[in-house]
């Protein structure tokens, strides 16, 4: 993909982290919110399609932009069984425009801990034209820290066991 570099179809072309952190653990069960606006040019509309085409992306070893997949991945989907990664403060609050359009991400990683990733995004128009935020015009990108994941052993749990049917069948004995 050649990305275009102009601003005759969108003026702004933004990624940026929208859950409280960019760290997620390295367990594929954590997540962490990524949220890409677009404003189109005045009189332009963005149809669902082109809308739907936003993904995330990475630049390779070979500079050629790849779409988060393996030990990095995406889904439009929030997992609801996972809490975001508990930092202090909060994400920037960036002021989105009346014509700006937004979609959310949720990225999750099985890398090693404490590797880095920017991500960029991605739009495609039509066919031959594709807008990447990595390009001069809108150059924002974000960077995703993943964290080792933590390791509990039976040492860090306590168990109490409470009069129950254990002692009504004569035994104590539970692993």
Do not use: C
Request: a negative charge.
């Amino acid at each position: 993909m050649n990305p275009a570099n102009d601003t005759n179809w969108i003026t702004k072309f933004n990624i940026h982290v929208s859950s409280n952190s960019n760290k997620v653990f390295g367990n594929g069960r954590h997540q962490l919110e990524v949220s890409v606006t677009v404003t189109p040019k005045a009189g332009v509309d963005i149809t669902d399609e082109q809308l739907d085409s936003i993904r995330l992306v990475t630049l390779d070893d070979n500079g050629a932009y790849q779409e988060l997949s393996g030990e990095l991945h995406m889904s439009t989907e929030r997992d609801t069984r996972f809490e975001y990664y508990a930092d202090t403060g909060a994400p920037p609050a960036p002021l989105i425009a009346a014509n700006t359009l937004r979609r959310k991400f949720y990225v999750s990683s099985t890398r090693s801990g404490g590797t880095l990733d920017v991500v960029y995004a991605a739009i495609t128009k039509d066919e031959a034209t594709h807008y990447v935020s990595h390009t001069s015009k809108f150059n924002t990108s974000v960077t995703l820290e993943t964290l080792t994941p933590l390791r509990l052993n039976r040492d860090d749990f306590a168990f109490d066991a409470e009069d129950s049917h254990f002692q009504e069948i004569g035994t104590t004995e539970w692993n």
